[in-house]
């Protein structure tokens, strides 16, 4: 069955490429999409993440982003952040000097749950998909969109395009066709590298602000370990 996907999509594509009138208008509409997500994926990762990090860790995030180098090169080329995790565990606890009870414990829990850069996917794609239609959305409609993309990534899995299938039910939440999921199969090849080396580098940020907060606890535990096998010899 996996043999005959890659026609599959070939024909699904293709199929809504004859359908479209202005090629292009919508292949500019889709170049102006492709820029609105990296560029929210750029903000969430350079802004956001960045500002999080220093505002309770008072470290350089950019610093940090040096050391998880390696795994958001093995992000972008996997497309999948469960399969980069080896190459992540290794990065902060080898590079950043991250206890390895708080990387095996946030790190497989981020991978999961964590999918902050699919979750913004998920919220532009729906706008896209309803401009394309020329349909307008309401406040409400924005805000339904935000909360089940948020829900959405959560229960998506962490292998590559993911969230395609999740954001079927994003679409189906604001009355949107489905079926113009098949446009975006055209770029997403290239946008869901993107937003999983912005997943690892959530997780990763999440992991540094764990061990900084937990730090304390951590040498205290080491410390009554040590004062253990001491009494115990």
């Given at each position: 069955m996996f043999r005959y996907a890659p026609f599959g999509i070939?024909?699904?594509?293709?199929?809504?490429?004859?359908?479209?009138?202005?090629?292009?208008?919508?292949?500019?509409?889709l170049g102006l999409y492709m820029i609105?997500?990296?560029?929210?994926?750029?903000?969430?990762?350079?802004?956001?993440?960045?500002?999080?990090?220093?505002?309770?860790?008072?470290?350089?995030?950019?610093k940090f982003y040096y050391g998880c180098l390696q795994a958001v090169i093995t992000?972008?080329?996997?497309?999948?952040?469960?399969?980069?995790?080896?190459?992540?565990?290794?990065?902060?606890?080898e590079n950043l000097r991250i206890d390895s009870r708080v990387t095996r414990f946030v790190l497989p829990i981020g991978s999961t749950i964590n999918m902050d850069g699919t979750a913004l996917y998920e919220a532009v794609a729906p706008i896209f998909i309803a401009q394309l239609n020329g349909r307008s959305l309401n406040f409400v409609e924005y805000i339904i969109i935000s909360l089940t993309a948020t829900v959405a990534s959560i229960g998506a899995?962490?292998?590559?395009?993911?969230?395609?299938?999740?954001?079927?039910?994003?679409?189906?939440s604001v009355g949107l066709p489905v079926k113009d999921i098949s446009l975006i199969f055209a770029v997403d090849f290239f946008l869901d590298r993107i937003r999983t080396a912005v997943n690892i580098l959530g997780d990763s940020i999440g992991a540094g602000i764990v061990d900084h907060l937990c730090k304390k606890d951590l040498i205290h535990q080491n410390h009554d370990i040590e004062n253990q096998i001491d009494n115990d010899i």
């Open positions: 070939l024909f699904l594509v293709s199929g809504k490429i004859l359908e479209i009138d202005d090629m292009g208008n919508t292949a500019r509409k609105t997500v990296i560029l929210g994926l750029m903000i969430h990762c350079f802004i956001t993440l960045c500002s999080l990090y220093f505002i309770i860790t008072r470290k350089n995030p950019f992000g972008f080329g996997t497309s999948s952040s469960s399969a980069t995790l080896p190459v992540t565990f290794r990065c902060l606890e899995a962490s292998i590559p395009s993911a969230g395609l299938v999740t954001m079927v039910i994003v679409l189906q």
